[in-house]
């Protein structure tokens, strides 16, 4: 059983950044490839980044391609997401997600395993 913890959400300001954190608990870790999705309320969860796992490929949503950057520190079983210039419309419930199947870093088929969430709201 993995359990991914996420940590780092908040309020902040549009303009403002965010480090989101993913703890997660397995011996494993470098063999996850480990997405970001988001889903507003209202809305169907959507993909936000992705890291392959050693980390040499990074995916992104045009919508935040350019201010996101998503890392993994393998060693501390920890994947990261970097956001900057923020906007309101990125207000949601952040999920971090790992997986070990084959598949599309895009679609959430790929993850096997799901954190509970962290809150972000961006303020106008």
């Known amino acids: 059983q993995v359990q991914l913890v996420e940590s780092g959400g908040g309020l902040v300001q549009a303009g403002g950044s965010l480090r989101l954190s993913c703890a997660a608990s397995v011996r494993t870790f470098s063999s996850y490839a480990m997405g970001w999705f988001r889903q507003a309320p209202g809305k169907e969860r959507e993909f936000v980044a992705a890291i392959s796992r050693s980390g040499g490929s990074t995916y992104y949503a045009d919508s935040v391609k350019g201010r996101f950057t998503i890392s993994r520190d393998n060693a501390k079983n920890t994947v990261y997401l970097q956001m900057n210039s923020l906007k309101p419309e990125d207000t949601a419930v952040y999920y971090c997600?790992?997986?070990?199947?084959?598949?599309?870093?895009?679609?959430?088929?790929?993850?096997?395993?799901w954190g509970q969430g962290t809150q972000v709201t961006v303020s106008s």
């Open positions: 997600a790992g997986g070990q199947s084959s598949g599309s870093y895009y679609y959430t088929g790929k993850y096997d395993y």
